[in-house]
T-cell receptor
């Protein structure tokens, strides 16, 4: 039973364009959402997060949008850079430290 | 500064053997987490320590899995009678205080366990 879903296993975007990564969840108790980025042979690194009381959080080139009614969040990266090429994981928690991760989306940014 | 370190980086064992995986958290971090990432999947929560005690062990799949953190710093994940299905990357993370997902979890590079 996958509570956090990332339905696109991969995404390819040209450098300078916008990358949009999507995530859906089923558990209405989730109150905090995070995006992690992972390079090969490294652990995931925190990128950006959003509380369920907000609908948008922005940090430089990265913006996360939350649509609670649709149980959907998205990560926008603009402009995309080749160094952004990595696997991106969406994660959620329900007022605990326990993170529930999606299966990840591999982003490739090409010149 | 030093991040989370995990040893060994790779472990190959035979079915039925016992293995121990070690995690050194960031100095001063009171919370420590173990996750498991199988091929093509995202990290899956196993257990979370606050200090020396296991605050949440709901993710441990069965009684072959056990973890300790006797002095509130280094943690060891122990797997008895390993099975081929235990093959995965075992990730450790730490956070300064725990007490909520808003406290950033810093991940180590993981230990890749292969059970033949």
């Amino acid at each position: 039973d996958q509570q956090v879903k990332q339905n696109s296993p991969s995404l390819s975007v040209q450098e300078g364009r916008i990358s949009i990564l999507n995530c859906d969840y089923t558990n209405s108790m989730f109150d905090y959402f995070l995006w992690y980025k992972k390079y090969p042979a490294e652990g995931p690194t925190f990128l950006i997060s959003i509380s369920s009381i907000k609908d948008k959080n922005e940090d430089g080139r990265f913006t996360v949008f939350l649509n609670k009614s649709a149980k959907h969040l998205s990560l926008h990266i603009v402009p995309s850079q080749p160094g952004d090429s990595a696997v991106y994981f969406c994660a959620a928690s329900a007022n605990t430290d326990k993170l529930i991760f999606g299966t990840g989306t591999r982003l490739q940014v090409f010149p | 500064g030093a991040g989370v370190s995990q040893t060994p980086s790779n472990k190959v064992t035979e079915k039925g053997k016992y293995v121990e995986l070690r995690c050194d958290p960031i100095s001063g971090h009171t919370a420590l987490y173990w996750y498991r990432q199988s091929l093509g999947q995202g990290p899956e929560f196993l257990i979370y320590f606050q200090g020396t005690g296991a605050a949440d062990d709901s993710g441990l799949p069965n009684d072959r899995f056990f973890a300790v953190r006797p002095e509130g710093s280094v943690s060891t994940l122990k797997i008895q009678r390993t099975e081929r299905g235990d093959s995965a990357v075992y990730l450790c993370a730490s956070s300064l205080t725990g007490q909520g997902a808003h406290n950033e979890q810093f991940f180590g590079p993981g230990t890749r366990l292969t059970v033949l």
